[in-house]
């Protein structure tokens, strides 16, 4: 007996205070608050902003609550939301030289101007659980003395010493307007300003494995790390009525440098060249991973072959990155598809059952 | 009640104006893919964001708005849409055919034939007809400047010495006004011919795809075939067994596990609409409240 499939709405309806319940989980147990997910979260609160392309700690670790941890459903609901915002003005580009610190290191230097700077790494940590962070009540423990900063000193870019001696290839200065990935269709070919638009917006698994393939020699680039740095930078804009730039805030960046190695082509002498990672809030794997992929992407301009590989592919690379998109598409395919699937199982019958009497005519 | 948080239609002016931009340019040039700055919708992906980008360019609060989803009205994500613009276009909704002034659509185009006064939206997945072919965008671009669809013709002729015919049952393949080569969407081949002198606007978005593309009222469109091979539209060889209808696109449906199958129209309303005529089919007059 056939019974149409009505009361969708009801359905959507219910569908909808189960998973609301399912957020919440038993509530016996004291519901997470915003404030606690952006402090004690930061490393996925930094990843939903910087997928979701807007930085607002507040709303990221908002996104992660109501998305029940779900980080590719909190970048879908932060840039949900972020499309509906003005824009009120285009910032000046920050000043990365003049990042106030946490974290610098270089793997190209000993020691260099400025320091290494550990800062708050999982590097050298052993991964064994930390069962004493389980216990119910985590006490106040506040971790080492921070004392007082230390008053600023200058980091300078590792890059600006190898380009003194012309060992590395120049970044030239540009003040062209970069394009804007969200108000324009991507369109191919794409400049690298653009590329690097879409890579820091990307998924940070997908730009990983990129990353990895051509480490695993799919369009290698011999990438060393010559700068990682994570800290604070100045955002200032200027205020055309007050006729110079005011600073209306300060963002956590984490920024990757990679010196490659560069045999020289029909132009251009041996020399380093250069990948370049930058990425909100701290975000040392998709950094790394966006300056390799960067580095790949760049054959055609430094005069290299094409040899098929995928990160080398900017086509393949920019239509594939965001996760967005990406998951939309792959789950849309459990909506109704059965009107397709009708005209299918139609086709497939016809053809079979033409084969049948062809296989009946020969016997 | 209109949602006032959010502007009417929920996108802002400007967007519209540019995805009203596209569309003229789609209309101006039928067939060919506008590209257009597609923005992220409260929806994901793959649901539906083409259409509904360009649904809320195209409505004004006189509107009388249907969507289907498979052609029924009571699909889930037909219901969702149509909430969606209930809740922040405050435009009236139906799910009659006759009555709508926009009809956004995934998968089917109403048995109803359209008039001059209405606008059919189609959800599109995959714009680009030679993707399958051809993966790369940049190589496709070129193929439709160049006209150069013969790897089309070669993969259909392959189809025919494979299977004898030609082995696409939806998204079929069509050329608009002897120009460009288009994809109808995924709509069963049955669907094709009602594409060709529809006096109704048609417009079809692709919103991950960032593509706007169109038919203006009464275009030429053909459906792809050989002289010898002609395009044939399908549907299963049945009679819908709630209205009777013998030449509206059915879903088969599996009513036990012992291989028993009815046949429906695939268009809800159309199909109420003929038994409320009186119309009956093979399992209506047996079972007029089919509700266990």
């Not at chain 2, 050329?175 to 994809?183: I, S």
Request: aromatic share 8%.
């Amino acid at each position: 007996m056939y019974v149409a499939v009505k009361g969708g709405e009801r359905a959507i309806d219910n569908a909808h205070d189960w998973l609301a319940q399912e957020r919440r989980g038993d509530p016996a147990v004291p519901e997470l608050s915003v404030a606690q997910i952006r402090e004690q979260m930061k490393l996925a609160v930094n990843r939903v902003m910087a997928e979701g392309s807007l930085y607002d700690p507040d709303l990221a670790a908002l996104a992660i609550k109501q998305a029940q941890g779900d980080l590719i459903e909190a970048v879908f609901l932060i840039r949900a939301y972020r499309t509906t915002l003005p824009r009120f003005a285009a910032s000046r580009p920050v000043e990365t030289a003049d990042m106030v610190v946490d974290r610098r290191i270089s793997a190209t230097f000993k020691d260099l101007p400025g320091g290494q700077v550990l800062g708050p790494t999982f590097d050298y940590t052993h991964r064994l659980l930390d069962f004493t962070l389980m216990a119910e009540a985590e006490g106040c423990d506040t971790g080492p003395e921070q004392g007082t900063p230390e008053p600023a000193i200058p980091v300078p870019h590792v890059t600006q010493f190898l380009n003194r001696d012309g060992l590395i290839e120049e970044a030239p200065h540009s003040d062209d307007p970069p394009p804007d990935l969200t108000r324009e269709p991507l369109e191919l070919p794409a400049d690298r300003a653009l590329r690097l638009q879409a890579i820091t917006r990307g998924d940070e698994g997908f730009i990983l494995s990129m990353a990895y393939s051509t480490q695993r020699g799919y369009g290698r680039t011999h990438a060393f790390v010559g700068e990682l740095r994570i800290g604070k930078v100045a955002v200032t804009v200027d205020i055309p009525e007050l006729g110079f730039a005011v600073e209306i805030g300060e963002i956590n960046l984490t920024e990757c440098e990679t010196v490659n190695q560069f045999k020289g082509s029909r132009t251009e002498p041996p020399q380093f060249t250069r990948g370049y990672g930058l990425v909100f809030g701290q975000s040392e794997r998709k950094s790394i991973a966006m300056s390799l992929v960067d580095r790949a992407l760049r054959w055609n301009e430094l005069g290299e072959d094409f040899t098929g590989s995928p990160a080398q592919d900017e086509e393949f690379v920019l239509s594939h990155c965001d996760n967005i998109q990406a998951t939309g598409f792959l789950e849309h395919i459990k909506l109704p598809h059965y009107v397709d699937f009708q005209a299918e199982l139609e086709l497939v019958r016809r053809l079979r059952s033409e084969a049948q009497s062809q296989q009946e005519a020969a016997e | 009640m209109t949602d006032q948080s959010y502007n009417f239609a929920y996108l802002d002016e400007q967007t519209k104006r540019m995805i009203r931009r596209a569309i003229l340019k789609g209309i101006a040039v039928p067939g060919y893919q506008v590209p257009f700055a597609s923005r992220e919708m409260p929806m994901p992906y793959g649901w539906g964001t083409g259409g509904v980008q360009v649904t809320a360019a195209c409505l004004v609060p006189e509107d009388r708005l249907k969507v289907i989803d498979q052609g029924a009205d009571d699909t889930t994500n037909a219901v969702s849409i149509r909430k969606f613009f209930a809740r922040t276009a405050g435009v009236a909704t139906t799910e009659r055919t006759d009555e709508a002034t926009v009809i956004q659509t995934r998968h089917r185009i109403p048995e109803t034939p359209l008039t001059p006064d209405q606008i059919l939206v189609y959800q599109v997945p995959i714009p680009e007809p030679l993707r399958f072919l051809e993966p790369r965008e940049s190589e496709t671009r070129k193929m439709h400047e160049l006209e150069e669809y013969g790897l089309m013709h070669v993969k259909l002729y392959e189809d025919i010495a494979r299977h004898g015919q030609i082995a696409t049952s939806y998204a079929y393949p069509v050329r608009v006004e002897g120009r460009y080569v288009m994809d109808p969407s995924p709509i069963p081949k049955f669907d094709n011919p009602k594409l060709s002198g529809c006096p109704a606007i048609q417009l079809f978005g692709a919103g991950r795809e960032q593509r706007i593309y169109a038919l203006p009222p009464w275009t030429e469109v053909v459906s792809l075939d050989f002289d010898d091979h002609p395009f044939e539209a399908s549907k299963a060889a049945h009679d819908c067994d709630l209205c009777g209808a013998g030449h509206s696109y059915l879903d088969e449906v599996i009513t036990d596990d012992q291989g028993t199958r009815m046949f429906v129209c695939s268009d809800t309303d159309f199909c109420a609409g003929r038994r409320e005529a009186g119309h009956q089919g093979r399992l209506w007059a047996s079972q007029p409240e089919a509700a266990e």
